[in-house]
């Protein structure tokens, strides 16, 4: 048996502890089903998960720092769940140090709780430590103190078993998280939404699914002004299901950089919306070349969580010879649709997002320079059943273009078009180029 | 003991003192096995870097580039006069390839709007496209290193006109862990500031479908003179005639004659395609 012993950094007795260890346990289950609350501790038995975590001390590592920043102050290891709480009590974190029994009889007797309601009488009788108390007689203590006493201690010795009531999965998530402190920057609410994330991520890993959408909500505290409202909150989506810690609270912070809080926070909740299952990809056993760093999916999400989602693009191309419409942009998370069209003619590698009209002169049109026409016309025209409504009135988008390949000495190769005006002119426009 | 237990294979019987002989004199010299001969540096040669590279799709061009290509895992700077003038027609041979090996192109902050049926004809997908609208020189340098430190690219091109050279050489560190090549297109005024890229180039257009390419900072010597490498963008190939393939001639010519409609647009080669 390896249990480890989770303490809270907090008094115990406190409001919102019960809401820490539920959230904590929440958190531990990902190691293993065996999680137990024991007192004001979780307590969780590891020794089946040693090897899927890559061993004791991997394990013990991810325990103690995702712990720190969940609230723990310490976690010790020992062969069973109440010696483990004792060593943590006691602040002792390696349990297997030495033989159990030593360990444990060195321990003062406060460590173990049943202890408390006979405190004073033991200590009359001078006991000091656990040891102390195991030194007494057996038939003695039993019939002075009740039994619940001899059961701890047996238990925590392990020489009798213990049985637990094990902390059982919510179906789903919901964390919520008091903050000892009013925050009045919506970045700074990171702190507290980090240690939800990593329940949330705990509670995904636990139930082999990964989440596709969160909301992140939080209660403004009682000094708030009238205006203020309740709370507010924000809903973070992400491209495909994930339970990476790391991008969730990447993608987070970089949603929360551009919110603004009306009022001071006093207390996180936060929600997994979408959650599906999520299959991993197993380890192999032979060291493959893992490619490092995040997925494109990944850093465009980061991105276009910073800079909108308008503003990172894919094309999407149709079926249409007038330039302006022969594509448009998505953002870059939405699906695109499976088929494309393919116009095979010669088509310029940029284009203006305005056709630019050009000056003219000797009939030519000049663009840094005059322009020597290659090759042309090329005819495109259509549109009258692109209706649209422009200030009320509808119009069409019909186009009737001519377009040449026009080369600049300066400017490179042009996509230039000369269309007919009202009163039987004409004017050149600069469309794209030729790159 | 020496003789009794030789510590190397026993040499051949003397070899001709390679050492008296001029070294300049190639020949003379006994020829190396090739693994060795690979493992030499000559510094009249190109030096080699230890990572990969994509082929241009020009061997004139690569035979003047270290590694026979553009590098990748590292930052490559393109100067040109003015921006959207032949970045396409000089990258598309090479994201060709990477974008038939499934590999995306990221765009940050391109001076106009590319135009996919375009770029079409230069190799590029739609499916394989994504554009990053990035318009502050922040925003572009942010958007730039987060793509080149994840690593998830086939290849990055990135508009960074007023990059600073100590960020050029953040970005240099940066993407040494970048697997795809990483090119910064930059006004041809940077020519005369330092850079941390290893590798430099200018590259213009030339008025007869080529672009003239010159190399100004690289591994090796110095790159002398310039490039013309030949180049048709936009499947214009189709619709060129032969007297099309010389622009500049038909240019002279209307100089020279200086008359209206001396070379008007009726003259040109037609093609018609009705929408």
Same mark, same amino acid.
């Given at each position: 048996?390896?249990?480890?012993?989770?303490?809270?950094?907090?008094?115990?007795?406190?409001?919102?502890?019960?809401?820490?260890?539920?959230?904590?346990?929440?958190?531990?289950?990902?190691?293993?089903?065996?999680?137990?609350?024991?007192?004001?501790?979780?307590?969780?038995?590891?020794?089946?998960?040693?090897?899927?975590?890559?061993?004791?001390?991997?394990?013990?590592?991810?325990?103690?720092?995702?712990?720190?920043?969940?609230?723990?102050?310490?976690?010790?290891?020992?062969?069973?769940?109440?010696?483990?709480?004792?060593?943590?009590?006691?602040?002792?974190?390696?349990?297997?140090?030495?033989?159990?029994?030593?360990?444990?009889?060195?321990?003062?007797?406060?460590?173990?709780?049943?202890?408390?309601?006979?405190?004073?009488?033991?200590?009359?009788?001078?006991?000091?430590?656990?040891?102390?108390?195991?030194?007494?007689?057996?038939?003695?203590?039993?019939?002075?103190?009740?039994?619940?006493?001899?059961?701890?201690?047996?238990?925590?010795?392990?020489?009798?078993?213990?049985?637990?009531?094990?902390?059982?999965?919510?179906?789903?998530?919901?964390?919520?998280?008091?903050?000892?402190?009013?925050?009045?920057?919506?970045?700074?609410?990171?702190?507290?939404?980090?240690?939800?994330?990593?329940?949330?991520?705990?509670?995904?890993?636990?139930?082999?699914?990964?989440?596709?959408?969160?909301?992140?909500?939080?209660?403004?505290?009682?000094?708030?002004?009238?205006?203020?409202?309740?709370?507010?909150?924000?809903?973070?989506?992400?491209?495909?299901?994930?339970?990476?810690?790391?991008?969730?609270?990447?993608?987070?912070?970089?949603?929360?950089?551009?919110?603004?809080?009306?009022?001071?926070?006093?207390?996180?909740?936060?929600?997994?919306?979408?959650?599906?299952?999520?299959?991993?990809?197993?380890?192999?056993?032979?060291?493959?070349?893992?490619?490092?760093?995040?997925?494109?999916?990944?850093?465009?999400?980061?991105?276009?969580?910073?800079?909108?989602?308008?503003?990172?693009?894919?094309?999407?191309?149709?079926?249409?010879?007038?330039?302006?419409?022969?594509?448009?942009?998505?953002?870059?998370?939405?699906?695109?649709?499976?088929?494309?069209?393919?116009?095979?003619?010669?088509?310029?590698?940029?284009?203006?997002?305005?056709?630019?009209?050009?000056?003219?002169?000797?009939?030519?049109?000049?663009?840094?320079?005059?322009?020597?026409?290659?090759?042309?016309?090329?005819?495109?025209?259509?549109?009258?059943?692109?209706?649209?409504?422009?200030?009320?009135?509808?119009?069409?988008?019909?186009?009737?273009?001519?377009?040449?390949?026009?080369?600049?000495?300066?400017?490179?190769?042009?996509?230039?078009?000369?269309?007919?005006?009202?009163?039987?002119?004409?004017?050149?426009?600069?469309?794209?180029?030729?790159? | 003991?020496?003789?009794?237990?030789?510590?190397?294979?026993?040499?051949?019987?003397?070899?001709?003192?390679?050492?008296?002989?001029?070294?300049?004199?190639?020949?003379?010299?006994?020829?190396?096995?090739?693994?060795?001969?690979?493992?030499?540096?000559?510094?009249?040669?190109?030096?080699?870097?230890?990572?990969?590279?994509?082929?241009?799709?020009?061997?004139?061009?690569?035979?003047?580039?270290?590694?026979?290509?553009?590098?990748?895992?590292?930052?490559?700077?393109?100067?040109?006069?003015?921006?959207?003038?032949?970045?396409?027609?000089?990258?598309?041979?090479?994201?060709?390839?990477?974008?038939?090996?499934?590999?995306?192109?990221?765009?940050?902050?391109?001076?106009?709007?590319?135009?996919?049926?375009?770029?079409?004809?230069?190799?590029?997908?739609?499916?394989?496209?994504?554009?990053?609208?990035?318009?502050?020189?922040?925003?572009?340098?942010?958007?730039?290193?987060?793509?080149?430190?994840?690593? $998830?690219?086939?290849?990055?091109?990135?508009? &960074?006109?007023? #990059?600073?050279?100590? +960020?050029?050489? @953040?970005?240099? =560190?940066? !993407?040494?862990?970048?697997?795809?090549?990483?090119?910064?297109?930059?006004?041809?005024?940077?020519?005369?500031?330092?850079?941390?890229?290893?590798?430099?180039?200018?590259?213009?257009?030339?008025?007869?479908?080529?672009?003239?390419?010159?190399?100004?900072?690289?591994?090796?010597?110095?790159?002398?003179?310039?490039?013309?490498?030949?180049?048709?963008?936009?499947?214009?190939?189709?619709?060129?005639?032969?007297?099309?393939?010389?622009?500049?001639?038909?240019? $002279?010519?209307?100089?020279?004659?200086?008359? &209206?409609?001396? #070379?008007?647009?009726? +003259?040109?080669? @037609?093609?018609? =395609?009705? !929408?």
């Amino acid at each position: 048996m390896y249990w480890a012993a989770l303490l809270l950094d907090k008094p115990p007795g406190d409001a919102s502890t019960h809401d820490e260890l539920r959230g904590l346990a929440t958190w531990a289950l990902q190691f293993t089903p065996r999680v137990a609350i024991v007192d004001d501790a979780v307590c969780m038995e590891v020794e089946a998960s040693l090897r899927l975590f890559g061993g004791k001390r991997a394990l013990q590592e991810r325990v103690r720092s995702e712990g720190a920043e969940l609230g723990v102050a310490i976690a010790a290891w020992a062969p069973t769940a109440l010696g483990a709480l004792a060593f943590a009590r006691a602040d002792v974190e390696n349990g297997f140090a030495r033989p159990l029994q030593e360990g444990l009889d060195r321990l003062p007797m406060e460590v173990l709780s049943v202890v408390e309601p006979h405190r004073p009488t033991l200590a009359r009788l001078g006991c000091k430590t656990l040891g102390d108390i195991r030194r007494l007689p057996r038939v003695g203590v039993s019939r002075r103190f009740d039994k619940e006493l001899l059961g701890a201690l047996d238990q925590a010795y392990g020489i009798k078993p213990a049985v637990h009531r094990w902390e059982e999965l919510p179906e789903t998530f919901s964390a919520r998280l008091e903050l000892g402190f009013r925050v009045e920057q919506a970045e700074a609410l990171m702190f507290g939404a980090r240690r939800l994330l990593l329940q949330m991520c705990g509670w995904l890993a636990a139930r082999h699914a990964g989440t596709a959408a969160f909301t992140l909500k939080w209660a403004h505290d009682t000094m708030r002004s009238k205006t203020a409202g309740l709370g507010g909150e924000l809903t973070v989506r992400t491209g495909a299901f994930t339970r990476n810690v790391g991008h969730l609270s990447r993608l987070l912070s970089e949603n929360l950089a551009k919110t603004e809080l009306l009022a001071p926070v006093g207390e996180l909740t936060l929600v997994a919306v979408d959650v599906e299952p999520l299959e991993e990809v197993s380890a192999s056993l032979l060291p493959d070349t893992v490619r490092q760093g995040e997925t494109l999916c990944e850093v465009l999400e980061r991105i276009s969580a910073r800079l909108g989602p308008d503003r990172v693009v894919r094309p999407v191309m149709t079926e249409d010879h007038r330039i302006e419409w022969a594509q448009f942009w998505r953002p870059a998370a939405e699906k695109l649709p499976r088929e494309t069209s393919s116009i095979d003619v010669p088509q310029p590698s940029w284009v203006l997002p305005e056709p630019l009209r050009l000056a003219v002169r000797n009939h030519r049109p000049l663009y840094q320079g005059t322009l020597q026409m290659l090759a042309g016309p090329h005819r495109i025209e259509g549109g009258w059943w692109h209706r649209v409504e422009d200030e009320g009135a509808e119009a069409t988008k019909q186009v009737a273009r001519d377009y040449w390949v026009a080369l600049s000495e300066h400017a490179g190769v042009l996509w230039v078009y000369q269309e007919r005006l009202a009163d039987d002119d004409a004017a050149w426009f600069l469309h794209g180029i030729f790159a | 003991m020496q003789a009794s237990l030789p510590l190397w294979p026993v040499a051949p019987p003397p070899a001709p003192p390679v050492v008296k002989q001029p070294l300049a004199d190639d020949s003379a010299l006994p020829a190396l096995p090739p693994r060795v001969e690979a493992a030499i540096w000559r510094a009249t040669e190109l030096g080699t870097p230890v990572t990969e590279v994509v082929a241009t799709g020009w061997e004139q061009l690569d035979s003047e580039l270290p590694g026979g290509g553009w590098p990748c895992r590292s930052v490559t700077e393109v100067l040109q006069a003015q921006p959207s003038l032949c970045e396409w027609r000089l990258m598309g041979p090479a994201l060709r390839k990477l974008v038939a090996a499934g590999q995306t192109i990221v765009v940050v902050g391109p001076p106009k709007r590319p135009h996919l049926p375009g770029l079409r004809h230069a190799g590029l997908d739609d499916k394989h496209f994504v554009w990053v609208q990035a318009d502050t020189p922040a925003e572009r340098l942010w958007v730039t290193e987060q793509l080149v430190k994840s690593n $998830a690219c086939g290849a990055l091109l990135s508009w &960074l006109p007023q #990059a600073r050279q100590e +960020q050029l050489r @953040r970005l240099q =560190v940066c !993407a040494q862990a970048c697997e795809g090549p990483v090119i910064l297109f930059r006004p041809i005024a940077a020519q005369h500031e330092a850079s941390a890229a290893p590798l430099r180039v200018t590259a213009t257009f030339g008025l007869d479908w080529e672009l003239n390419v010159h190399i100004l900072k690289r591994k090796g010597p110095r790159h002398e003179g310039v490039l013309h490498l030949p180049s048709i963008p936009g499947g214009l190939e189709a619709v060129l005639t032969p007297r099309l393939m010389t622009p500049s001639r038909l240019i $002279a010519n209307r100089e020279r004659a200086d008359v &209206l409609g001396s #070379a008007t647009p009726r +003259q040109a080669a @037609r093609r018609r =395609v009705h !929408a």
